[in-house]
């Protein structure tokens, strides 16, 4: 056992947990109403927003996986960066539009607008149950990252001693987002983003200098690329061009669908709020550059392990003195604390507004459903746990994956809808049926790997299975809204006005 | 709603952002080794770039528009 690291881990975390439940009294609000539990009341402003929206964006699970890819596939790894580029701008446009429309009518969740703009209990519930599914995994996989440095550290035990440091972080964490809602990761967030960029900065001074420079890395890292069993390179050939052109543009759509991302844009005071934030956040995609390059820095630094979750911990055991890789741990389970933290807030937010009022009990008043959400965030993180201890890891990483093809369709009635109501809402729960059925059955039939290869013509193109499915999900949308609206099939009611889509007057809303 | 009449020409700087989507996701442009530059092979540092310059067009885009 690593006491030094340990203990310097412990103290970090103890802070965290005293953020955590402070965080309730922060700009104080009534936390039995719904939109203050769920979403701070929509009144964080620019900066509490970036550590927020940071917070969904880069995981614990980022910090492990995108460096274990680059370490075992090369440059491959490397979509994450122009991923992280295009993004900003989607959330620059959108993304102020949706909360717009959902400020003007107490939307919570992207179901809620998507039942108010096409009038359609069905389609609502296919993105609330879309959007739990695409969740559930992505929670339990923030486990893998505290359980990963857990192991690093030395912690060890048999049986229930060995998850036991695992369940009581999950617990601290479950605790204080019942009690503090939102507001606890907006607060942890900036502890964890201090964490994380006093790690990366050391790192890059300190890393390759003791390695022999970055022109070195690159050197020895694609050597060793090259020789694996199976070869990779640090150089993008021709034929992955497609796979990684389509695996950024589709994670990007895929990421602002998510419902924690929606969380944390919803939260936010405003929409200059949200468009400053596209200025600032790419300073994150920065951070994300270097962190992809940890996997090199392993390569380079002889790092020898088959577990690719490994990769980053061994690698910052290897080149820091114990205390600070303690640090540098705690950044990572404090990065998997904050979006775990609104990922079931999300989840929950779904669940009560979505699923528990709209079928269960309509006469639920604001105090149910926060009183709701609240317990239904204890379950989904339960439930996190149960997963990650009872089933092979595999499951976790299969599913999250199929999470992002998942969520990527509910594209066109979410994000499209905000432009757009040409869409009959039969043709896109349609088409949804359709995108969901054909993206999963494109990433199991390669066991589970996220690129297909479509033959088209000729020509084989391996792209991003997300892609496909939402290329045949606009396709089934837009012929079946034509055969529908011919066969003057109903179209439901617009509870949206077109003037709350509207950019407000610079004056009048948010800072 | 006094800006409306403005609105449609300042929203046309959104056109902009065209330019992020053609620059990082047409990998044919930058898929390279060479120019090297502090070690950093072409694709590498030219990514880096786009960060920067992704950030630099919001914010141009942001200070006209708002």
């Known amino acids: 056992m690593n006491w030094s690291a340990f203990i310097v ?166 605790a204080y987002t019942y009690t503090s809602g939102l507001r606890a990761p907006a607060t942890t967030a900036v502890i964890k983003d201090t964490l994380i960029y006093i790690t990366v900065i050391v790192a890059l001074i300190v890393i390759p200098a003791r390695l022999g420079g970055f022109g070195h890395i690159f050197a020895v890292a694609n050597t060793h690329l090259l020789a694996a069993p199976k070869p990779a390179s640090i150089f993008l050939g021709p034929k992955g061009y497609w ?71 061994l690698l910052l055991l290897k080149e820091f003195p114990a205390w600070f890789a303690g640090f540098a741990f705690a950044a990572i389970a404090i990065g998997a604390l904050v979006p775990a933290s609104i990922m079931s807030i999300a989840a929950s937010n779904l669940w009560t507004r979505n699923i528990y009022k709209e079928y269960f009990k309509p006469t639920a008043t604001t105090a149910d459903e926060s009183r ?29 994956l ?42 199991a039939s390669q066991g589970f790997v996220s690129i297909f290869p479509l033959q088209v013509g000729g020509l084989v193109l391996p792209v991003y299975a997300a892609v496909w499915a939402t290329l045949a999900n606009l396709l089934v949308t837009v012929v079946l809204t034509w055969i529908f609206n011919a066969a003057k099939m109903a179209r439901g009611v617009d509870a949206t006005a077109a003037t709350q889509y509207q950019d407000a007057p610079a004056s009048s809303i948010g800072a | 709603m006094d800006g409306k009449s403005s609105r449609p020409r300042s929203k046309q700087w959104y056109w902009l952002f065209l330019l992020p989507f053609i620059g990082t996701l047409w990998p044919p442009f930058y898929a390279h080794a060479h120019p090297i530059v502090a070690g950093f092979p072409f694709l590498y540092w030219y990514l880096l770039v786009w960060v920067v310059l992704v950030g630099i067009i919001s914010a141009i885009v942001f200070a006209i528009t708002g």
């Open chain 1, 9 to 174: 881990f412990v103290i970090l975390f103890a802070l965290v947990t005293v953020v955590g439940f402070w965080a309730a009294r922060w700009r104080r609000g009534d936390l039995s109403l719904l939109e203050e539990w769920g979403l701070a009341g929509r009144r964080f402003g620019s900066f509490i927003t970036w550590f927020l929206i940071g917070g969904d964006l880069y995981t614990a699970y980022t910090f492990i996986a995108v460096p274990g890819l680059v370490y075992g596939a090369g440059v491959t790894g490397f979509f994450a960066v122009p991923y992280t580029i295009v993004v900003f701008p989607i959330l620059f446009v959108v993304m102020p539009r949706l909360w717009s429309v959902c400020q003007a009518n107490g939307y919570v969740t992207p179901a809620d607008f998507v039942r108010g703009r096409f009038d359609s209990r069905g389609l609502s519930l296919a993105i609330a149950i879309t959007g739990i599914l695409a969740t559930l995994p992505y929670i339990a996989l923030q486990l893998l990252g505290i359980q990963v440095v857990l192991e690093a550290m030395g912690v060890t035990g048999a049986g229930i001693m060995h998850d036991l440091p695992l369940i009581i972080a999950f617990g601290i964490l479950a």
């Open chain 1, 243 to 313: 796979a990684f052109a389509t695996l950024a543009l589709g994670s990007a759509f895929a990421l602002l669908m998510y419902p924690h991302a929606i969380t944390g844009v919803l939260a936010s005071k405003g929409q200059r709020a949200i468009k400053r934030n596209a200025v600032f956040l790419p300073l994150y995609s920065i951070l994300l550059l270097f962190i992809a390059m940890f996997g090199y820095f392993a390569l380079a630094a002889g790092i020898h392990t088959k577990v690719s979750s490994l990769v980053v911990p």
């Open chain 1, 372 to 400: 709701v959400a609240k317990l239904v965030s204890l379950v989904v993180k339960l439930g996190a746990v149960v997963f990650i201890l009872a089933l092979p890891l595999t499951y976790a990483i299969n599913l999250q």
């Open chain 1, 402 to 443: 199929l999470g992002g093809i998942w969520i990527l369709q509910t594209l066109p009635a979410v994000l499209l809808g905000l432009y757009t109501r040409w869409f009959h809402r039969s043709a896109l729960l349609v088409g949804w049926l359709v995108g969901m059925v054909i993206g999963t059955a494109m990433a």
